[in-house]
């Protein structure tokens, strides 16, 4: 299991390789690429694949997904794009005129919205069913009083927010069930490997490890714990890179996830100075000394820590954090910085788990209302200049679980005609596609045979960013293996 020759085949330049001019063949057992080279034998018995002269990268990682919300996203009413709670109101109101039945959508982004979602608006088209509609960030979701109730939450007027909606996320099962079978995470799963994914760190709230048990997966997937899963990880021995009991070797334990901020469109990012519109500086989701227990129990036994911090106030109290306790980990979203607390990160070996196509939902957010600092927002220029390890991923379902649109999104910072947004914190094609590697560097021998063979050149030379993003965002995977297996072929 897990062997094969792949032939004829161009490897990409990613660093940390010897260099190959022109196709090579590499041959797999073990589920490790063993030889490099031209014209290798082919040992007895193994799998023979033609690359036909294609572009071969190590497997690509998302290091930020949701993975049960991005399974049942596909069954939520997808309501991204709507101008005003009354463009969400209407599309809610045709979707029960077809659907009658509790409702779950998503995808919705206020922050430049002029008036309030109320529950009233919601109760007036919907008096008997449950509607829960999660904002595109995830951050707050706008209920209906029927789902109020049915999720035991105090009637109000306006929207859920931050800790109060997490806590109740947990419980949505019970207004609507999503299918987040095994079969549907499979189907999920394959669509992910059919992109080049060879594997995901899961950062979905409400999982136990044992949910993993009765799922087999063709990629790799790091499963997290909250705060409120970390007594039974710590009980049960489970360490960072420990595969989990009763699963395949490909899941394995993830990291301790913390939320320590909001949100830009929630206006709950916590930063240093107030947002423009007046609505305060945002806030932390805990205190300094609880964000620093956690990090130390973490720490202590055998966890990576991955600390959301969106706002550069979060980033600081993270930072004092990990430097208090010697966490080891990963800041996800990084979203604002100072170029001294980028230094931080590289001095206390932070990696940094950015979704680079936030920054194209965020835009004209930031230009609203953080427009004193929109040249510090995902500064990715300055995290490679200072040596901090930068990896992509996507935060689905905020955005997409696609790791082409990230490249692409990194390599041209815009999702229209405007031009490239702050373009001197932009990273090259080579830059984005080896933070997406997990590390890995060029394809070598001894590394897991996690491969995926591109249709196209990924580096390719373009006039232009712009060009060379449509190309990458375009890009067709020909086979992607995972440890030496099939997870996806086209070939
Ligand atoms: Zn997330």
Redesign the pocket.
Known sequence: MGDCVLRNVRIVELGRGPGWAGPVDLVVEQGVVQNIGHGLERPLGLEEYDGDGRWVVPGLWDT?V?LAQWTASGQRLDLSGSESPEHVVSRVRDHLAEHPGPLVGRGHRLGTWTTSPTVAALDAIAPDVPVVLIAGD?HHAWLNSRALERLGLPLRDGVVLENEWYEAYTRIEEVLEPDVSPEAYRRMLERTAALGIAGVVD?EKGQTPADWERRDSPIRVRVSTYADGLDATIAAGLRTGDVLPGSPDLITMGPLKIISDGSINTRTAWCCEEYADGSGSGAPNQTSAELERLLDAGHRHGLDVATHAIGDLALQEALAAYDATGAVGSIEHVQLVTRQQVRTMARLGLRASVQPAHLLDDRDITELIWPDRTERSFAFRWMIEDGVEVTLGS?AP?SPLDPWLAIAAAVHRSADERPAWHAEQALTAREALAASVDGQGSVHAGMPADLALLDADPLAEHPDTATAAAALRGMSVALTLVAGEVAHTAL
């Open positions: 930020h949701h995830g950062l935060d905020v």
